[in-house]
């Protein structure tokens, strides 16, 4: 099998302080990860070629700065990375995002399976893997937290609000993954060093036949604000008819109830 994991550079959330008069995200210090949830589908991969042979293509479109996740990325795995840079991917948007990834699918050329994480750690959309496979014009399914692929035929378990549905597609499709659907390995020292070593391919905009007309971001982030949580830090003692009517005299006072 053929297999392309698709994953994003991200700042790391433990990284992010808020300022707190305005709120405002300070980035200054934060380093950069692969998104969490990408691991996912990274590692769902490589399991996959563990078990049925062939190899894992990790694709990424991002800055400049996002050439600093193709070690860590290869480390897990992959045989080779794909790295789409332009600058253009700092402000974009499920849609173009979606787009570039399309157009580095088909310059990659043929291939069996397209991983994505369900969503971003930063922005978490759920809806990059749903447009590549729209313009790819080939079978989703998402909300993958078990999947198995055999004869052509992928069968997955989606896991939804309801319970577990179990469908089967044939190939090639885009699985979305759940974090729960696997534990991404954490590299050797061994596997570090031989990332090194792996094939990586810059592709920019023009190589892929785009232009930056086609890829006009239909959504623009404003601003973002951090969220400040105020614990008033009130203990209710007594029984448990007395610490619930003083439950409820506090939310009263607050306008909760």
Request: glycine fraction near 8%.
């Amino acid at each position: 099998m053929k297999i392309i994991a698709c994953y994003k550079w991200v700042l790391d959330e433990a990284d992010l302080k808020v300022e707190a008069q305005s709120r405002r995200l300070l980035t200054g210090r934060a380093k950069s990860k692969i998104s969490e949830y990408d691991r996912n589908a990274l590692e769902c991969g490589v399991q996959l070629i563990d078990e049925s042979g062939g190899e894992v293509i990790a694709l990424t479109a991002g800055t400049g700065g996002a050439k600093s996740s193709l070690k860590d990325a290869l480390s897990r795995g992959p045989a080779e990375a794909v790295f789409v840079k332009d600058e253009i991917m700092a402000q974009s948007d499920p849609a173009v995002t979606a787009k570039v990834l399309a157009a580095a699918v088909r310059h990659i050329g043929e291939y069996d399976l397209i991983l994505c994480g369900e969503g971003s750690s930063d922005e978490y959309s759920e809806q990059v893997g749903i447009r590549l496979a729209q313009l790819l014009g080939i079978p989703v399914v998402s909300f993958v937290n078990k999947v198995q692929v055999a004869d052509g035929v992928l069968r997955a378990e989606r896991k939804l609000d309801g319970g577990i549905e179990v469908v089967q597609v044939q190939l090639p499709a885009v699985v979305t993954v759940l974090p729960d659907m696997n534990t991404p390995r954490i590299p050797s020292l061994k596997q570090i060093l031989a990332a090194a070593k792996k094939p990586v391919k810059e592709l920019n905009l023009a190589g892929l036949g785009l232009d930056q007309a086609q890829l006009t971001a239909k959504v623009r982030r404003q601003t973002v604000l951090g969220t400040v949580m105020e614990r008033k830090g009130i203990r209710f003692r007594g029984e448990a008819r007395e610490v619930v009517q003083q439950v409820l005299t506090v939310l009263n006072k607050e306008g909760l109830c």
